[in-house]
C-alpha cells in the first residue's frame, strides 16, 4: 500500500503541476500515459497475478507472449517433420492435394531414414498398375439385408456442436461428390448432415442424441426408427469409446452450445454437455450384441456396428465370447486409436489412456480370426490418416477401411490453431460463432474435401501398384518394414502378435491370449 500511496500521490502533483505550467503539451502525454498508469495501479491491485503485481505494465508482456505461443511456434520454430499432432509436411499434402496444387516433393525427403520408427514399404521389381475400382468394400454380415458398399476412405465421427453448420454442410456435400460416407458423430443425425444428400454413418453415442427419451435421457427406439430409415443413412455406428478420451464421454462446452444444438440433441441451455462414459440401452457383452440386432431390426436390415479404442484385453474379448454364444455379429468394427483427435477431452485421458491405434487394430483383428468370424465382420481403422501410405499401414495391420477426422479437417482449411475448445476456431469449423462461420464457404471446401478424398485414395492405390500388390486385400504384415534399432530392420508381422485362425477355440490358446481368453465372460464385462 505505501507503494501505492506514493504513486498516486506522485501522480497526483505531476498532474497539478502540469496543469499550472504547461497545460497543452501534459494533456497530449496524459491522454498518451493515463491508461498506462491506471493499468499499473490495477495491476497492483489485483491478487490474482504474482507477475503483474510485482510489474505493472511490464508484466503483460508475458501473458501476451503466452498467448501467441502456438503461432509463433508454428510458423518460427517447428521444422517440416516435428510439429504435434501433425507435422507441417502432413497438413501441406492434404491442403496441396485439397487445392488441386503440385503435391511433388522436391530434393529427397526430410526425414531420417536411419532413425529408430521409420517406416516404409517395400518396392517390387515388377510393379503393377491396380483396379482403382477395388476401392470399394461392402459392409454387411449374414443378418444384414442391405449391405452398403463403402469407399476404403471415409470421413471420420466429427458432430454437429463441435463443428459448425458449414463445416458439416461442406463435409457431406464433399462426400456426396466424391462417392464416400460422412460419420455423423455422437452429436445426433442433423438437418445439415442431410441437407447435401452425401451417405451418412448415424453413430449413436452414450447420450443417445436424437435418439434419446427428452424427459429421462434414455435411448428411444421410436425415436431412432423415424430417423434412422432416412434413404441417406447407409450405416449405424454404436460408439462405446473414442481415442481421445476413452471412459470419458464426448464433451461439448457451454460456450459452444446454442438453443438450435440443445434441441437437436434435446439438453439444457448454459452447461457443458457431457454424455455418460457408459451406455444405459445395455450393460454386458451379450446385451450389446442384442441391441445391435434391435438396430439392425428397427432399420430393415442395414449395416450396424461398433466403434471402440481398446482397453482390457478381456472385456473386448468377452465380446467375441458373447458373439460365438449368441451367434449374433456386428457388420462392422471401428477401431479408434488413443491417438486420435477430440475438439475438448481433460489432458490425462488424451495423453495416457487407451491403446494406441496400431497395436489395438492388431489386437481386434487377431481376436475375430482366432474367433474364426473375422470374414464376416469388416473393420475400419481410424486415427491420423492423412496419407495413401497411411491407410496402406492400417491395412497391412488388419483393416477393410480407414476413416479420417483430422485430415478431412484440414481439406475444410482448418490450420491446426489449437482452439477446437473455446469457440473462436478462426477457420470457422469449430465454432458456432457466426461471424467466424460465415468466413467457411461451403461450395469450395465441398471441392476440396471431395478433392483430397480422390487424391489420397490414388496415391494408396499408387503405393500398392509400386509394390506389386494388384488389390488392397493382397497387402500383408509383411510388407510393411520398421527400423526398430540402429541395424535393426523388421516388417509388420514380426513385430505385432497375429494368430492362427481358430487358435482361439482350440485347446492351446496362443500365448499372450490365455489369460485374457480364460477370464473373458459373456455376460458380464468383469
Known sequence: ?????????????????????????????????????????????????????????????????????????????????????????DRSVVYQRAKGQLDTLPFGTQWDVNEVGYEWINHSLAPVHTDFSKQRVQVGGPLCKKPYSASIFNISAMSYGSLSKNA??????????????????????????????????WQIGTGYFGCRDRKSGAFSLDEFTRRANHEN??????????????????????????????????????????????????????????????????????????KLCLGKRREFLAIVKA??????????????????????????????????????????????????????????????????????????????????????????????????NSNTCPTGVATQDPALVKGLHVGDKARRVANFHRETVKSFFEVLGAAGISEPRELKPWHIMRRVGPTDVRNYSEIYPFIEPGSLLSAKLPGDFERPWGAARAQSWN
Open 168 to 201: 458439416v454442410l461442406a463435409l457431406n456435400s464433399g462426400a456426396k461428390q466424391g462417392g464416400f460416407a460422412h460419420n455423423t458423430g455422437e452429436g445426433g443425425l442433423t438437418p445439415y448432415h442431410l441437407q447435401n444428400g452425401g451417405d451418412i454413418v
Open 323 to 420: 458373439m460365438l454364444e449368441t451367434k449374433l455379429l456386428p457388420d462392422f468394427i471401428t477401431v479408434d486409436g488413443a491417438e486420435g483427435g477430440t475438439g475438448a477431452a481433460p489432458l490425462e485421458f488424451s495423453d495416457s489412456v487407451g491403446t494406441p491405434l496400431a497395436d489395438g487394430l492388431v489386437f481386434i483383428h487377431s481376436s475375430l480370426v482366432g474367433a474364426g468370424v473375422r470374414d464376416q465382420i469388416r473393420i475400419i481403422a481410424a486415427g491420423k490418416i492423412t496419407t495413401g501410405f497411411h491407410i496402406a499401414k492400417k491395412i497391412a495391420l488388419g483393416a477393410d477401411l480407414c476413416n479420417s477426422a483430422r485430415g478431412m479437417l484440414f481439406a475444410l482449411g482448418c490450420i491446426q490453431a489449437l482452439r477446437c
Open 1 to 89: 500500500m505505501r507503494k501505492l500511496f506514493c504513486l498516486v500521490s506522485a501522480g497526483v502533483i505531476v498532474v497539478v503541476f502540469a496543469i499550472a505550467h504547461f497545460w497543452p503539451p501534459m494533456l497530449f502525454s496524459l491522454i498518451l500515459f493515463g491508461p498506462l498508469i491506471l493499468l499499473g495501479i490495477v495491476d497492483m491491485l489485483q491478487k490474482h497475478h504474482t507477475i503483474r503485481r510485482n510489474f505493472p505494465v511490464i508484466g503483460h508482456g508475458r501473458y501476451l507472449m503466452e498467448m501467441i505461443r502456438p503461432e509463433i511456434n508454428q510458423y518460427f520454430v517447428e521444422s517440416n517433420s516435428d510439429g504435434r499432432p501433425f507435422s507441417r509436411e
Open 233 to 306: 443413412v447407409k450405416m449405424i455406428e454404436v460408439k462405446l469409446s473414442q481415442g481421445a478420451k476413452p471412459g470419458h464421454g464426448g464433451i461439448l462446452p457451454a460456450r459452444k452450445l446454442t438453443h438450435e444444438i440443445a434441441q437437436i440433441r434435446g439438453v439444457p441451455m448454459g452447461e457443458d454437455v457431457i454424455s455418460p462414459p457408459a451406455h444405459t440401452a445395455f450393460s454386458t457383452p451379450v446385451g450389446l450384441l442384442e441391441f445391435v440386432q434391435k438396430l439392425r431390426e428397427a432399420t430393415g436390415g442395414k449395416p450396424v456396428g461398433f
